[in-house]
């Protein structure tokens, strides 16, 4: 038996930030404003600051993690674009990767003043402004970079924050509509038709990097893929549609229906890979009557992406079940 000494000291970065409040003073409604918050890390290892979250809609930022190096430190630019008049508040969370201080909150704040000119937020040319033209928006820039219309928020480049600032003034109701003659205008559905793969992929990497919460991204990809509900009214039967896209990179819709002839419903949507294994639970709630549209990205119940190949979506409702069969290809 021998005996051998051992030590040794273990290191992790050091986090402290610039400020624990940021005021933005009066800014138009429809107009935007940026402050920088600096992050620093003092420790002798790089450090990972993520997972912002803001608690107003009012306020964002295009960056979803930032890595700071050994003694230096880095801003992250914070962007605040009043949806209405009066004082604003909010704060800014975020995590870091060092133990002693895991997580920073920074209070926000600023007041929004009159009401600016209403934009024209129709890209779509719909005659009205919807979440569609978000996503008309996005696809401008893929195939026209250099369109001046893309500037939307006049910092003389276009950036996520572009297409954020758009979203947020449409959902601000910050957007005037076009009147259109009847029948010279392609309906959202005619327009998600003319969607190519590429596109749909490019719109998709774009929802990911926007870090948006779960009602607005929810809100863009049905504007993508559609609600899935066919005519008006209530189903008829309980249903699962084919999934859009399939096959599909990196995320997908699947649409299913809740009869009117019940008051409700428990359903469970999950997914299996080839050999019968689950790898993810979609839904598994009760539901009343109506048509739903569910996403899935890709990933397991451990939020790990799976590989590449079929998977099947199964849905049990009321002693029915229904499966289709899906391909992610990477």
């Not at 962007?79 to 002693?100: K, N, Q, V």
């Not at 009147?179 to 005619?190: F, I, K, N, V, W």
């Not at 899935?228 to 084919?242: E, F, I, R, V």
């Amino acid at each position: 038996s021998i005996d051998i000494a051992v030590s040794g000291q273990g290191a992790h970065p050091i986090a402290a930030v610039g400020a624990t409040s940021l005021d933005f003073g009066e800014v138009e409604e429809g107009d935007s404003a940026q402050k920088s918050l600096t992050v620093r890390n003092t420790g002798p290892v790089s450090l990972l600051v993520s997972n912002f979250q803001f608690s107003s809609s009012h306020f964002y930022s295009a960056l979803d993690s930032i890595e700071v190096s050994t003694g230096d430190s880095a801003s992250l630019t914070i962007t605040f674009a009043p949806l209405a008049g009066g004082a604003i508040s909010g704060s800014l969370e975020f995590d870091t990767d060092d133990p002693a201080n895991p997580r920073f909150t920074v209070a926000l704040s600023g007041t929004g003043l009159g009401g600016a000119p209403a934009k024209d937020c129709d890209f779509t040319g719909d005659g009205k402004s919807d979440f569609t033209d978000v996503i008309a928006f996005m696809l401008i820039a893929l195939s026209a970079p250099d369109d001046p219309r893309l500037d939307w928020n006049g910092d003389g480049k276009y950036t996520i924050a572009d297409v954020l600032g758009l979203l947020l003034d449409i959902k601000g109701g910050k957007c005037s509509s076009t009147a259109l003659s009847a029948g010279s205008a392609r309906t959202d559905s005619e327009f998600r038709a003319g969607l190519s793969a590429d596109e749909i992929a490019y719109v998709e990497q774009m929802i990911s990097r926007m870090n948006l919460d779960q009602d607005l991204e929810l809100e863009l990809r049905l504007a993508l893929y559609g609600s899935g509900g066919g005519s008006p009214g209530l189903p008829k039967a309980y249903s699962l549609t084919q999934n859009r896209p399939n096959p599909f990179n990196p995320a997908t819709a699947i649409s299913y229906s809740v009869p009117d002839q019940v008051a409700a419903a428990h359903v469970a949507i999950r997914v299996y890979d080839i050999r019968g294994r689950l790898v993810r639970v979609l839904v598994n709630a009760v539901k009343s009557a109506g048509r739903y549209t569910v996403f899935w990205d890709g990933t397991d119940q451990s939020g790990r992406k799976v590989a590449s190949g079929v998977y099947i979506c199964r849905m049990k409702a009321d002693g029915s079940v229904f499966t289709r069969k899906m391909v992610l290809l990477k």
